[in-house]
């Protein structure tokens, strides 16, 4: 069995009854394969922690941490209490596990609701990989954070930095199909609990090994002639309409493309695999369209019919 066979198999399960969430689920378990981070922007009740639970699953064995923001948060409450019997030898330590900083895959929902001192250190955390627990720094095992919240994170309030580092942001809309909302109150609640083959599960070593393979896929002239394309027409935006993209943003977004195609059991990265990045490159929901509109011009403009090849979007 390839590569493209066994996740195709693994996202079988996991979409498993989850209506109207399978290409939300496909581009998450992408994010999480590749070491993504991902940000979810939607109302209550659309199954955003539902979707972080399921992508965990596919891995051997996950740490797995869940915790729902808000304004009384403590930091305690996020990266473990602070150990007495350490307090006790004159040492200040946090018990970490069971707790973010020990975590393979976390959720934080209403993530912009938490406090300064929690939001400051998952910048490090998240970024660097890396957590001071009183005197030491640690290696955090995360592989992937998965956060939400039914809004951007507010302007001129030092949350662009973490925001930027959830490179992959997808909009998750209400069920929307009638037969599909049909299907939805008719069944069971969608268990968290994912029946996968202990042979398709994801392995850390393999993981890890992917991690670097997925950086020799290469792109081809035409490939970063549209990216040029798209770049230059967001930097052309009316000052209005202006839409930040940092140049982290555009080497992780690249990397995103890179992994599609790994995964795709290819070399190189397609045209068609350029429409994804229509889930990197936004920041405000209204300019959500607006970017989809710059890629399909750019490619346009590149002389490529965007209808001529599917699309993976």
Not at 9 to 22: A, G, P, T
Not at 28 to 37: E, P, Q, R, V, W
Not at 226 to 240: A, G, Q
Not at 262 to 275: A, H, M, Q, T, Y
Request: proline share 4%; net charge negative.
């Amino acid at each position: 069995m390839n590569i493209n066979q066994r996740i195709e198999k693994i996202l079988n399960h996991l979409s498993d009854n989850m209506y109207e969430r399978e290409h939300i689920i496909a581009l998450t378990l992408l994010g999480a394969l590749s070491g993504t981070n991902t940000f979810l922007l939607g109302s209550p009740g659309t199954a955003k922690s539902l979707i972080s639970r399921k992508i965990a699953q596919a891995f051997e064995q996950p740490k797995y941490f869940e915790y729902l923001m808000n304004r009384f948060s403590t930091p305690e409450e996020v990266f473990g209490p602070v150990s007495i019997k350490a307090l006790k030898e004159d040492r200040y330590t946090r018990k970490i596990e069971s707790y973010l900083p020990n975590a393979d895959f976390a959720f934080l929902d209403e993530i912009w609701k938490s406090s300064p001192a929690i939001l400051n250190a998952l910048l490090t955390l998240v970024n660097e990989k890396l957590f001071k627990n009183g005197d030491e720094i640690l290696h955090v095992p995360l592989k992937a954070l998965v956060s939400a919240s039914n809004e951007i994170p507010p302007e001129n309030q030092g949350l662009e930095a973490l925001y930027d580092r959830f490179i992959l942001r997808i909009i998750v809309n209400p069920i929307e199909d009638k037969g599909n909302f049909l299907n939805l109150i008719g069944s069971k609640p969608s268990s968290s609990n994912v029946d996968i083959d202990p042979q398709l599960l994801i392995k850390e070593d393999e993981w890890k090994t992917w991690l670097d393979e997925i950086h020799e896929m290469i792109f081809s002239s035409e490939i970063n002639n549209v990216i040029l394309m798209i770049r230059k027409l967001i930097s052309e935006l009316p000052e209005d309409q202006k839409i930040y993209v940092s140049d982290r943003r555009w080497q992780r977004a690249a990397y995103f493309l890179k992994a599609a195609a790994f995964f795709n059991g290819r070399k190189e990265v397609l045209l068609s695999e350029i429409f994804l990045l229509k889930y990197c490159l936004w920041s405000k929901e209204e300019n959500f369209s607006k970017i989809n509109h710059i890629i399909e011009k750019s490619i346009g403009l590149m002389g490529i019919d965007s209808r001529s090849e599917e699309h993976t979007s």
